[in-house]
Structure formats: structure tokens, C-alpha cells
């Protein structure tokens, strides 16, 4: 069964910490994301990548980089992390459909 | 540029009724693609629906199906027999075919389903 995997699931920081998020997709897709949400703002694109050492600049992409190391691994990084940052992050997947396939979610909370 | 709009914020329904959930789009393309998604109280996003621009049919897939009106820019969420399992977050979606993959979501619109 495809499948996106987030981890972590949940973490803490502080203001300045440095924070990885990892995605992994069994699906085979070439496509990957990573989103944000907030209550009152959706779903909102910070990068996505099309393939290994691909990397495309979504809508929100202040303050992240993102790296693609293989077809199944995309990874997000906060280097400085800031409160405005706490959010929930999503990992997704796609073919060349539009349809996309959602990690668990990774809940950031930076202090 | 793109941009997904979505009105409602919140929706009350009683079980069993008929629930629509409205969405508005912009776009230069002519050619684009429309999905709707829905969040559940455990967070899992999952895709519901999808409707091509270029097709006149309103897309049907169980007791979902949508309502195109290309002129409106609009592409609502009809819901029937809603039932309590039904009660979630959905979420619309657009992707222009000059953006490549990249997918542009509304704010989404909650759904509560009660006996």
C-alpha cells in the first residue's frame, strides 16, 4: 500500500534551534511537498520537488530549505527556527495527476 | 496567480441531509484541475474528487459529487445522505497546467454532521 511517513510526529524548540523534518513516500511518485497549515489559512505550499536534487519554491518558502536526496526522501529544514513557524507540516506525494497522497502530519512547536 | 477561495467556515448539518460546500477559483489557464480533500478529526488528509476543466460533466464519485460552473469560476461540494462519519475538514484545490505539479489549496470549510 503506498505510503507517506513523517517524522517526527511532534517537536519542541526553542527560538534559533535548528529542526529537520523527514518525509519518506513508498509510492514511487516523482513528486513531493511540504506544506503548512493554520487555522484560517489552509494548506499552504513552503516547497516540492520533482525528482532526487530537485527543488521548486512554493508560496511560503521564507525561512526553510527543503532537499530531496532520493526519489523517496524529502526533507524540511528550519535553520533559525522562529514562533511564527509553530504550525503543522505535511508531507505529500504525487504522480503526474495533481492527486496527492498525505503524510500523518508533523506538529512544530518552537518556543 | 493562482487562488482558491473558500467562503464557509463552518457547516452544521443533521444526518442523512444534503450539504453543499462552496469554492471559488482564479486562474489565467484555461486548463486546470479541481480537487476536493478531506481532513479528519485524526488529522489524515485523503483525496475525495476531481473535475477537469475541460470536461462538462460534474464529477461523481459515490455519495460525492461536484458542481462545475466554469462561467462562476466555482466548484462546489455536494454531499448526500450525509452521515455522522461525514464530519470533517474539506478542502479545495486547483492546479493550473502552466504551474506545473504545484497544487494551491483554500482555507477549507468545516463540516459538522449531528443526529
Given at each position: 500500500e503506498a505510503a507517506v511517513t513523517q517524522s517526527p510526529r511532534n517537536k519542541v524548540t526553542v527560538t534559533g534551534g535548528n529542526v529537520t523534518l523527514s518525509c519518506r513516500q513508498t509510492?514511487?511518485?516523482n513528486y513531493m511537498y511540504w506544506y503548512r497549515q493554520d487555522t484560517g489559512h489552509g494548506l499552504r505550499l513552503i516547497h516540492y520537488s520533482y525528482g532526487a536534487g530537485n527543488l521548486q519554491i512554493g508560496?511560503?518558502?521564507?525561512g526553510y530549505k527543503a532537499t530531496r536526496t532520493t526519489q523517496e526522501d524529502f526533507f524540511l529544514l528550519l535553520e533559525l527556527a522562529s514562533p511564527s513557524q509553530t504550525s503543522l507540516y505535511f508531507c505529500a506525494s504525487s504522480e503526474n495527476t495533481g492527486q496527492l497522497y498525505f503524510g500523518e502530519g508533523s506538529k512544530l512547536t518552537v518556543l | 496567480a493562482q487562488k482558491v477561495t473558500q467562503t464557509q467556515t463552518s457547516i452544521s448539518v443533521m444526518e442523512k441531509t444534503t450539504v453543499t460546500m462552496d469554492c471559488v477559483y482564479e486562474t489565467q489557464d484555461s486548463s486546470y484541475f479541481l480537487f476536493w480533500y478531506k481532513q479528519t478529526a485524526s488529522g489524515e488528509i485523503v483525496f475525495l474528487i476531481r473535475q477537469d476543466s475541460y470536461k462538462k460533466e460534474n464529477a461523481t464519485v459515490g455519495h460525492y459529487s461536484l458542481n462545475f460552473q466554469k462561467p462562476k469560476s466555482s466548484i462546489g461540494l455536494i454531499i448526500t445522505?450525509?452521515?455522522?462519519?461525514?464530519s470533517a475538514v474539506y478542502f479545495c484545490a486547483m492546479r493550473a497546467t502552466s504551474s506545473g505539479q504545484k497544487l494551491v489549496f483554500g482555507q477549507g470549510t468545516i463540516l459538522k454532521v449531528y443526529l
Open positions: 509510492n514511487s511518485h508560496d511560503v518558502p521564507d | 445522505a450525509t452521515q455522522i462519519e461525514d
